[in-house]
């Protein structure tokens, strides 16, 4: 890590520490997490779901909006109040303040999310010797780090993009959901629903999860699809630099 990307990931990361609108988030992600987690168990748990799916299902669906909270100031917040044109000025990498704004708001999706174990170990302490070990958790948890690193790369390249923050956000969630039925359409149609899920691919992916499976091409595309959205989001800050 050098000392431009060292830099920038200290200032972005500490300064969250002080944003009230990032504890709105947090506030707001746990909210519905922990909401959804108890209807589904109450709904669902014993008839097709295991707890594992629940917890896993409640953590990501509302993860998207969360990462587009958190994401949508990078650059867009930095447009709107006039000290994106600065740092632009500045004889700098733009791609190393890119990663460091990005592993900045990977670390606080990720601190985020782990605020989501609260309901899991309520449930634990209630249950006692019923419950499932907190270890079966390990593989929705990888699965979970694998969708904030594509989620947030995608949120960092639309507030680059964005002149204002909510519009960063609502296009945060647009592309990420347009992708999301492009990928299924794909996975249906043209590799014959054999690659993943014939209906939905990241509902297979959370089944494999919660049963302690990872597959290779999960790790894959993820971490692929995140390196990918990070170039273009460089792509576009040095493009429009001249």
Same mark, same amino acid.
């Given at each position: 890590?050098? +000392?431009?990307? !060292?830099?920038?990931?200290?200032?972005?990361?500490?300064?969250?520490?002080? =944003? !009230?609108? !990032?504890y709105v988030t947090f506030a707001l992600f746990h909210s519905l997490s922990g909401a959804l987690f108890c209807t589904a168990l109450q709904? +669902?748990?014993?008839?097709?779901?295991?707890?594992?799916?629940?917890?896993?299902?409640?953590?990501?669906?509302p993860l998207p909006i969360a990462v587009s909270l958190v994401t949508m100031p990078v650059f867009a917040g930095e447009r709107s109040t006039g000290t994106y044109e600065?740092?632009?000025?500045?004889?700098?990498?733009?791609?190393?303040?890119?990663?460091?704004?990005? $592993?900045?708001?990977?670390? =606080?999706?990720?601190?985020c999310m782990a605020g989501s174990l609260v309901p899991w170990f309520v449930l634990c302490h209630v249950l006692k010797d019923r419950a499932p070990s907190t270890a079966s958790l390990a593989g929705p948890a990888v699965l979970l780090l694998l969708h904030a690193f594509s989620w947030?790369?995608?949120? $960092?390249?639309?507030?680059?993009?964005?002149?204002?923050?909510?519009?960063?956000?609502?296009?945060?969630?647009?592309?990420?959901?347009?992708?999301?039925?492009?990928?299924?359409? $794909?996975?249906?149609?043209w590799l014959g629903g054999n690659w993943l899920s014939a209906s939905f691919?990241?509902?297979?992916?959370?089944?494999?999860?919660?049963?302690?499976?990872?597959?290779?091409?999960?790790?894959?595309?993820?971490i692929g699809f995140g390196i990918l959205a990070l170039f273009a989001t460089i792509r576009t800050l040095e493009a429009n630099r001249t």
């Open positions: 890590m050098n +000392a431009i990307l !060292r830099t920038v990931f200290f200032r972005e990361f500490f300064s969250s520490l002080y =944003s !009230r609108s !990032r709904l +669902a748990e014993g008839k097709f779901w295991t707890i594992q799916t629940i917890w896993t299902l409640a953590v990501a669906l600065p740092l632009k000025m500045l004889p700098i990498p733009l791609g190393d303040v890119a990663i460091g704004k990005f $592993i900045a708001s990977f670390i =606080s999706v990720t601190v947030t790369a995608l949120g $960092i390249f639309s507030s680059s993009v964005a002149r204002h923050p909510w519009v960063a956000a609502a296009g945060t969630l647009v592309m990420g959901l347009g992708l999301m039925m492009l990928w299924s359409a $794909i996975s249906h149609f691919p990241i509902l297979e992916e959370i089944l494999d999860a919660s049963g302690g499976h990872i597959r290779l091409h999960t790790v894959v595309f993820h």
